[in-house]
């Protein structure tokens, strides 16, 4: 037996059953009323691929009010340092997935906190760029890195304008059974999405919760019923960096 | 007359060797993975913490890698996780009881095999070998002997065909 032949058999014809899926659904499309959309049958064709893992109806997002969110609080780094096992240490060399920035104008002197961490945005740059595809964006929105083909190269750190991405310098230890990280990889906010993957939502929306600030939401941007779409819809919001039109899933309230 | 008889003797030991041989050729492999695997020639396996594994462990002892590389880009890109083939799933059971861990001491359950056949793995570099210490470990594989049917129905096929080292 050749294994190796074998799967790839299997992948080949698993993709042309998917194509072979998208055409009967693309033709039932042709003859079903007006108002049933071919990405809807496209989807309601493949059986199981909602239920199990990454759906790719829903587009995972956060909500960051930032007038909950007191300068030097640092409960969410916190809580994403000892979820994902990260040192903690802000060294140049040292791996940040999440970072509180304070801003501060100049003229008024009026000082503002949040935390940053990867926007994971609907056209990221980091996938862009990547030259094995190990930067890839999740179908439900979370933008990750496959450490299996990451080769290090750090185009993503170069291309991703709100500096989320870490590369990791040093061999580790004691790494998270969760959270597999190695040296030469490069690596960010993955949404806890081992946490998402189980229901729960992101290490640091709890530990902001837990603390009583209540100043992150997690949440489907995709889903009408959800409390994150509600308050985008009723509160002004912004994303960072808006002009560069990265759509990004994380958005501030508050921020001006 | 006694050269001939000698060569004809000649010819009728080397016509025994090599029916002998080809009578031996079929159970050589099976005897050498007998001596391996049951008389202490092979790598020092411990004996995982549950009853069964998610397939025939000949199955697992040839073709684990597949299962894992298959089910690796599942969970990253698809988010498929709890897996019966996930690495996890495979830690829980065979870390070691003296080390809680699959790759720390010669001894323990992957690198126990990996060093007698002389290959590096690099999965522990960034995953972790020990499991997650919260967890309660299970008695049993949640989904032992459920895995990839096909995979080993075409297995068995083939080794029942060709009869050698599984």
């Not at chain 1, 140049?92 to 945005?121: N, Y």
């Not at chain 1, 999405?193 to 729960?200: A, L, M, P, T, Y």
């Not at chain 2, 684990?64 to 498929?80: A, C, I, N």
């Not at chain 2, 809680?100 to 007698?116: N, Q």
């Amino acid at each position: 037996m050749n294994p190796g032949r074998d799967s790839g058999a299997r992948m080949a014809l698993s993709g042309r059953r998917a194509f072979l899926g998208l055409a009967a659904s693309a033709v039932g499309g042709v003859l079903l009323a007006p108002g049933i959309h071919l990405v809807e049958i496209a989807q309601a064709a493949v059986p199981g691929a909602a239920t199990t893992g990454a759906n790719p109806k829903v587009r995972w997002g956060l909500l960051i009010d930032t007038k909950k969110c007191a300068t030097g609080c640092t409960d969410c780094v916190d809580a994403c340092n000892s979820e994902n096992g990260l040192s903690g240490l802000t060294g140049p060399t040292d791996a940040q997935w999440i970072r509180k920035v304070e801003i501060k104008e100049f003229g008024t002197g009026r000082t503002q906190s949040l935390p940053v961490m990867c926007q994971h945005c609907a056209e990221p740059p980091c996938v862009d760029v990547c030259p094995t595809g190990a930067s890839f964006k999740r179908t439900d929105g979370i933008v990750l890195v496959d450490r299996h083909s990451c080769i290090g190269c750090r185009y993503c750190v170069m291309a991703c304008p709100y500096k989320a991405r870490s590369f990791v310098h040093e061999p580790l230890t004691n790494q998270k059974p969760d959270v597999p990280r190695g040296k030469g990889c490069v690596e960010g906010c993955t949404l806890c999405v081992h946490r998402v993957d189980k229901g729960q939502g992101p290490a640091c929306v709890e530990a902001c919760a837990k603390a009583g600030h209540q100043a992150m939401l997690f949440g489907d941007l995709n889903d009408p019923a959800s409390a994150i779409w509600i308050r985008i819809r009723e509160v002004s919001t912004m994303q960072l960096r808006a002009d560069l039109k990265l759509d990004p899933g994380v958005r501030y309230e508050g921020l001006t | 007359m006694r050269q001939v008889r000698r060569r004809a003797v000649a010819r009728r030991a080397a016509v025994a060797i090599a029916l002998a041989c080809a009578a031996l050729s079929g159970h050589v492999p099976a005897l050498a993975n007998d001596l391996v695997m049951n008389r202490g020639l092979g790598p020092t396996i411990e004996r995982a913490r549950g009853e069964k594994c998610v397939a025939d462990p000949a199955f697992m002892r040839r073709n684990h890698m597949d299962l894992l590389k298959h089910q690796r880009d599942e969970t990253v890109h698809l988010g498929v996780r709890d897996a019966p083939a996930s690495l996890k799933a495979c830690i829980g059971c065979h870390a070691s009881t003296a080390t809680g861990s699959v790759a720390v001491a010669k001894t323990d359950f992957c690198v126990s095999c990996h060093s007698y056949a002389a290959i590096t793995i690099d999965c522990f570099e960034c995953h972790a070998s020990k499991p997650q210490a919260s967890a309660s470990l299970p008695l049993n594989h949640p989904q032992a002997g459920t895995v990839p049917s096909k995979q080993v129905a075409q297995w068995r096929q083939n080794s029942a065909q060709a009869p050698g080292i599984r």
